[in-house]
């Protein structure tokens, strides 16, 4: 079982960054796919980001394209979602995911259900 744990969050102003941070133990992180999801209140939880297995492709919600990257260190066995030009929007708990299963298609990678094990949540905060 993969267990996931995400850091990095807190309150920061608006057009400020952050970096989370989510370790996984149980599975390498170069052999899953890896996600960030983000749930503001009141709201149903919503797909941020994703990485490939290989590495090599990235997703990103419209929102965030251009202002957050998704990127891994193998030898730390950690993803990192940088979060730039942070805006009020931005304001979530954010959750990483994982699935060990190959995903084909990119609606796969933005679906809640594809993510078999997710951390517990990390609040970012964006004041304006």
Known sequence: QVQLVESGGGLVQA?????????????????????????APGKER????????????????????????????????????????LKPEDTAVYYCGTSRNPLYSPNSYRAQETYSYWGQGTQVTVSS
């Not at 941020?48 to 090599?56: E, H, P, Q, T």
């Open 15 to 39: 057009g400020g960054s952050l970096r989370l941070s989510c370790a996984a133990s149980g599975g390498t992180v170069s052999s899953l796919t890896m996600a960030w999801f983000r749930q």
């Open 46 to 85: 919503e797909f941020v980001a994703a990485l490939s297995r290989s590495g090599s492709v990235t997703y990103y919600a419209d929102s965030v394209k251009g202002r957050f990257t998704i990127s891994r260190d193998n030898a730390k066995n950690t993803v990192y979602l940088q979060m730039n030009i």
